[in-house]
């Protein structure tokens, strides 16, 4: 079965400096990783995925990931954070069960906080 | 504006009381999810359907009824509401598999948030 585990609860960084939230998974074969954010109130938005090719994937708002299959590891990044990026993300990692269907499993998320 | 949309967005129920989240998509989307989202545990599945009259269970399925009787709605019924309920719930649909290369991403509703005394 595979998990997702998102070591840091709560990150605080000031504006403009960079950013890498960590997010390590357990999965037997190649997998299906997504970074998801979640603002106040709000449902979930995708920021970006990797299934397979180039490891470093850009997203949207200027986020980007890298997957490293030695470390198990598909850490978020952003080089310069705006207040706005200021929400809850969620790491997530997908798999076909036995029966062809698509399951999805989220880490339990890392809140971030901008500071001025 | 197309997108999912979920009611009600608050409720408060006593235990023991039923209700229905509600949950609809004009996007044309074959694959519907329910997700309840508890402090310190993430997201977690609790039903999803790949198409009209066809639902499975997903992690968490236990006080929980579906039914997909059209393409665009899929509601959530609490049999007998109990304090463990007590979650914010999303809906997300997709096209199809998220896991289909492509473009195809979940897009989810606002939540609702439910109370159980």
């Known amino acids: 079965a595979q998990s997702v585990t998102q070591p840091d609860i709560h990150i605080t960084v000031s504006e403009g400096a960079s950013l890498e939230l960590r997010c390590n998974y357990s999965?037997?074969?190649?997998?299906?990783l997504f970074w998801y954010v979640q603002s106040p109130g709000q449902g979930l938005q995708l920021l970006l995925k990797?299934?397979?090719?180039?490891?470093l994937v850009q997203g949207i708002k200027g986020f980007e990931a890298e997957f490293k299959r030695s470390q198990s590891s598909f850490n978020l990044r952003k080089p310069s954070v705006h207040w706005s990026d200021a929400a809850e993300y969620f790491c997530?990692?997908?798999?076909?069960?036995?029966?062809?269907?698509?399951?999805?499993?989220f880490g339990t998320g890392t809140r971030l906080t901008i500071i001025p | 504006n197309a997108g999912v949309t979920q009611t009600p967005k608050f409720q408060v129920l006593k235990t023991g009381q039923s209700m229905t989240l509600q949950c609809a998509q004009d996007?044309?989307?074959?694959?519907m999810s329910w997700y309840r989202q508890d402090p310190g545990m993430g997201l977690r599945l609790i039903h999803y359907?790949?198409?009209?009259?066809?639902?499975d269970q997903g992690e968490v399925p236990n006080g929980y009824n579906v039914s997909r009787s059209t393409t665009e709605d899929f509601p959530l019924r609490l049999l007998s509401a109990a304090p463990s309920q007590t979650s914010v719930y999303f809906c997300?649909?997709?096209?199809?598999?998220?896991?289909?290369?492509?473009?195809?991403?979940?897009?989810f509703g606002a939540g609702s948030r439910l109370t159980v005394l």
């Open positions: 997300a649909s997709s096209y199809s598999s998220v896991l289909d290369f492509g473009a195809n991403v979940l897009t």
């Open positions: 999965y037997g074969a190649t997998p299906y």
């Open positions: 990797y299934f397979s090719g180039d490891t």
């Open positions: 997530a990692v997908g798999a076909f069960t036995n029966f062809g269907n698509e399951k999805l499993t």
């Open positions: 996007m044309n989307h074959e694959y």
């Open positions: 359907s790949v198409g009209a009259g066809i639902t």
